[in-house]
């Protein structure tokens, strides 16, 4: 026989928990005065029912993800909430550009935008805007 909060510990719970576990029966358990003693075949024999419960949900939770087609989204990159990359009637931008706006104004400040001629920043990257020193 051990007390509960040796117990406690070889379940990995909180005593809290254990006497909750004690009191509604789930482990039975005896009172020596104040103290409940609980026996140890008692304690593993109710790690044991754990276990095979924990076994049998993963053992669900697989099954419905492969029912779900949850595993080949990860053999490649899963889409988007909505759908396809692809915009309407093309070919995705290109990384690091933005696209044109309707009524033909510029993007906002900061936004990553390619000059005539030049190159793009690298992908991920937003031009900043020049601060001067004047005034420091």
């Known amino acids: 026989m051990a007390d509960h909060a040796g117990a406690a510990d070889l379940l990995g719970v909180p005593r ?25 075949d008692d304690v593993l024999r109710h790690q044991d029912a754990l276990h095979g419960e924990r076994a049998d949900s993963l053992a669900s939770m697989q099954v419905d993800a492969q029912v779900e087609g949850l595993y080949e989204l990860l053999d490649g990159r899963p ?3 909505g759908g396809s990359t692809t915009p309407p009637g093309g070919t995705s931008p290109t990384p690091g550009r933005t696209t044109a706006t309707p009524g033909g104004t510029s993007p906002p400040a900061g936004r ?21 020193r004047a005034g420091r």
Not at 116 to 124: A, K, L, Q, R, W
């Open 79 to 81: 889409a988007p909430p």
């Open 16 to 40: 809290p928990t254990l006497l909750g576990l004690l009191g509604d029966g789930t482990i039975p358990h005896e009172m020596r005065g104040r103290h409940r003693r609980v026996r140890l």
């Open 112 to 132: 990553t935008t390619t000059p005539p001629g030049g190159t793009s920043p690298p992908v991920g990257r937003t031009t900043a805007p020049t601060l001067s």
